[in-house]
């Protein structure tokens, strides 16, 4: 009897999700392709590429986490985005999230189905900076991997490491990003 019921329930939650076949996954653990996550999952299909850090899946704007690519209108923006599409773009991708920015969007970390670490690959080939402003709200582990990343990308002078690109957050506000010196956890946020 107990069989039947988890059946049904099974078969009752594969039938939910939007017509483009995106599914909202019930938690699984803190941890996705090894890397520690929210809670909350999105799996489905990337249809549409805003810009760099950007993308829809599900009917849902996702803003891709830890990140921060260059503007549309900025030097190398469509050149990020075009990255972001030739990754992700019409492929499934599975988004981990806590929670909601200001304007709606998930703010997600983004795997596709071979364990690609979108957000981190986009820093790794100069696509994006690591948001050094946001490292509070993931791990050590990540922090330093984005570190790392973004070093290798600089020192490779790939993508908007070419340049002497303006980041993103000056670009809109004029102002560089408040870089936290410790985290509420007792870590240094500094690597």
Same mark, same amino acid.
């Given at each position: 009897?107990?069989?039947?019921?988890?059946?049904?329930?099974?078969?009752? &939650?594969?039938?939910?999700?939007?017509?483009?076949?995106?599914?909202?996954?019930? @938690?699984?653990? =803190?941890?996705?392709?090894?890397?520690? +996550?929210?809670? %909350?999952?999105?799996?489905?299909?990337?249809?549409? +590429?805003?810009?760099?850090?950007?993308?829809?899946?599900?009917?849902?704007?996702?803003?891709?986490?830890?990140? /921060?690519?260059? @503007?549309?209108?900025?030097?190398?923006?469509? $050149? $990020?985005?075009?990255?972001?599409?030739?990754?992700? &773009?019409? %492929?499934?991708?599975? +988004?981990?999230?806590?929670?909601?920015? !200001?304007?709606? !969007?998930?703010?997600?970390?983004?795997?596709?189905?071979?364990?690609?670490?979108?957000?981190?690959?986009?820093? &790794?080939?100069?696509?994006?900076?690591?948001? @050094?402003?946001?490292?509070? @709200?993931? /791990?050590?582990?990540?922090?330093?991997?984005?570190?790392?990343?973004?070093? %290798?990308? %600089?020192?490779?002078?790939?993508?908007?490491?070419?340049? /002497?690109?303006?980041?993103?957050?000056?670009? !809109? =506000?004029?102002?560089?990003?408040?870089?936290? =010196?410790?985290?509420? =956890?007792?870590?240094?946020?500094? &690597?």
């Amino acid at each position: 009897m107990l069989r039947l019921l988890a059946f049904i329930i099974a078969l009752a &939650l594969s039938a939910c999700g939007g017509g483009d076949g995106a599914s909202f996954a019930p @938690e699984t653990g =803190n941890t996705h392709c090894g890397v520690s +996550v929210g809670k %909350q999952r999105i799996i489905g299909m990337v249809t549409s +590429v805003h810009d760099g850090d950007t993308v829809t899946v599900g009917g849902e704007s996702v803003r891709l986490a830890s990140i /921060d690519a260059p @503007e549309l209108d900025q030097a190398y923006g469509p $050149s $990020s985005r075009g990255n972001l599409s030739a990754m992700v &773009l019409g %492929q499934t991708v599975t +988004v981990t999230y806590a929670e909601k920015d !200001r304007f709606e !969007r998930v703010v997600g970390t983004v795997f596709k189905t071979d364990c690609t670490h979108v957000n981190l690959n986009m820093v &790794l080939v100069g696509a994006a900076w690591y948001y @050094e402003a946001f490292q509070c @709200e993931i /791990d050590l582990r990540q922090r330093q991997a984005y570190a790392a990343a973004q070093a %290798q990308a %600089q020192a490779a002078r790939r993508g908007l490491w070419l340049s /002497d690109a303006m980041a993103p957050w000056m670009h !809109r =506000n004029g102002v560089d990003a408040k870089v936290p =010196n410790s985290c509420p =956890n007792g870590d240094a946020a500094s &690597l």
